[in-house]
């Protein structure tokens, strides 16, 4: 009698993904602490639900991604507004508070953001990014505090170098090289309209500033897919 199929390592892992966000969602308070504790390799499966694959036929993929943003939304929630969701919310902007909570959110997640974004791998770059962006539409301030942090917008250059260097290499674009530059292309129209990253761009890092900025204006012009362009038009 034959012995029954062990389910694919992938859908192990989605398994394990979908139970960990529900998890984060039922108690958040518990997931605040847990979350930081989380591998390098816990992370990044997290962080690839963030990439918008736009594949519309995919519904687990897109159901997957909602439940994402909202696990995120209700850490970040948890951090800053610890106390009952009773009480007056105005308790909570303190600004020390809310300096500590930025930190805190920030400590989380940079470890990994950096180690990745110091790397070579492609995909680890592209989910990446699309959890920094992510962190920007759910919270600002810590998203701009990792942006910002020593040695991230030269990480960010050599990734956009790294997009160059795939078509380079092949003679032609690939998926790869417009995944990338999609990501980082959203990633960099979300920090462009946050004060702190706009200075480092345009005026603490000019030299390194001036060359994202004519990057983004050359795959605005250039890119043939209307998602990177209208996101490289949108952080000019």
């Not at 690839?48 to 929630?77: H, M, P, Q």
């Not at 930025?102 to 180690?115: H, N, Q, S």
């Amino acid at each position: 009698m034959s012995q029954p199929k062990a389910p694919p390592k992938n859908e192990n892992k989605g398994k394990e993904l979908e139970a960990l966000l529900l998890s984060i969602q039922r108690d958040p308070k518990s997931a605040a602490a847990a979350l930081p504790k989380l591998s390098k390799d816990e992370l990044l499966s997290l962080f690839a639900l963030f990439i918008d694959t736009d594949d519309e036929t995919s519904s687990k993929n897109s159901n997957l991604r909602s439940s994402a943003y909202l696990a995120l939304s209700s850490f970040v929630g948890t951090v800053r507004h610890p106390s009952s969701t009773n009480e007056p919310e105005v308790q909570n902007v303190d600004p020390e508070r809310q300096n500590e909570a930025t930190v805190t959110l920030a400590r989380a997640f940079y470890p990994t953001v950096e180690d990745v974004l110091r790397g070579s791998n492609v995909s680890h770059i592209i989910a990446t990014s699309a959890f920094l962006s992510a962190l920007f539409q759910v919270d600002a301030p810590s998203a701009s505090l990792i942006f910002t942090r020593e040695g991230n917008l030269e990480c960010i250059l050599d990734a956009i170098d790294l997009a160059q260097e795939i078509g380079r290499a092949t003679g032609k674009r690939q998926d790869g090289r417009e995944q990338l530059e999609l990501a980082l292309a959203v990633l960099l129209s979300h920090a462009t309209g946050q004060t702190e990253c706009r200075k480092l761009i345009d005026g603490e890092t000019p030299s390194l500033g001036g060359k994202v900025m004519s990057w983004l204006g050359q795959i605005a012009e250039a890119s043939k897919d209307s998602r990177v362009k209208a996101s490289a038009a949108l952080a000019l």
